[in-house]
T-cell receptor, first 116, second 115 residues
Framework: AQSVSQHNHHVILSEAASLELGCNYS??????LFWYVQYPGQHLQLLLK??????LVKGIKGFEAEFIKSKFSFNLRKPSVQWSDTAEYFC??????????????FGKGTKLSVIP | GAGVSQSPSNKVTEKGKDVELRCDPI?????LYWYRQSLGQGLEFLIY????????KSGLPSDRFSAERTGGSVSTLTIQRTQQEDSAVYLC?????????????FGPGTRLTVL
């Protein structure tokens, strides 16, 4: 079964610092990759997703992620964080079976606290 | 338009009681998922419905858990004889289908506390 590892449980940054959150997955086949974000008191919402094509994907609010197939990684980045980025971030994997893939396997999440 | 809604938002129950959690997916979405988020854990897949197909129940942790989806829309997750380890946030998500590119839209969750 596939698994997803997020390296950092809690990251604390000052505003304007750069962010990189690590995500590695274990699955040898084709995958669809996602980053979801949960702001305090809000629903999980999609930040960005990768299915195919350019391995550098851009999402909402200035976030981007790079899929490196050889490293089984899909790290999330943002060049300059804001206080409003304080949230919990989840990496998720969806192995593509060709017959229609569905369930997501999530990492345990990384809490990001941005200090004004 | 309306998103995924779940009720109740919070549920406190005593050990051994049965509980029902409800999910209203986005109108027109054929796929519906239930996940569980326990303290310190990621989201754990429980069950998946797609149209009129038989549900994928492979994620249900025990036979105390069951779910149904009536009329291809509303879904109910039932936990019988609740245990303290069932305490978690139960999340429902829906998507237009299951093809590549189908984003899952999540509801606000039901926080279940078993005393």
């Amino acid at each position: 079964a596939q698994s997803v590892s997020q390296h950092n449980h809690h990251v604390i940054l000052s505003e304007a610092a750069s962010l990189e959150l690590g995500c590695n997955y274990s699955y040898g086949g084709t995958v669809n990759l996602f980053w979801y974000v949960q702001y305090p008191g809000q629903h999980l919402q999609l930040l960005l997703k990768y299915f195919s094509g350019d391995p550098l994907v851009k999402g909402i609010k200035g976030f981007e992620a790079e899929f490196i197939k050889s490293k089984f990684s899909f790290n999330l980045r943002k060049p300059s964080v804001q206080w409003s980025d304080t949230a919990e971030y989840f990496c998720a994997v969806n192995p593509y079976s060709g017959a229609g893939s569905y369930q997501l396997t999530f990492g345990k999440g990384t809490k990001l606290s941005v200090i004004p | 338009g309306a998103g995924v809604s779940q009720s109740p938002s919070n549920k406190v129950t005593e050990k051994g009681k049965d509980v029902e959690l409800r999910c209203d997916p986005i109108s027109g979405h054929t796929a519906l998922y239930w996940y569980r988020q326990s303290l310190g854990q990621g989201l754990e897949f429980l069950i998946y419905f797609q149209g009129n197909s038989a549900p994928d129940k492979s994620g249900l942790p025990s036979d105390r858990f069951s779910a149904e989806r009536t009329g291809g829309s509303v879904s109910t997750l039932t936990i019988q004889r609740t245990q303290q380890e069932d305490s978690a946030v139960y999340l429902c998500a829906s998507s237009p289908g299951t093809g590549v590119g189908n984003e899952q839209f999540f509801g606000p969750g039901t926080r279940l506390t078993v005393l």
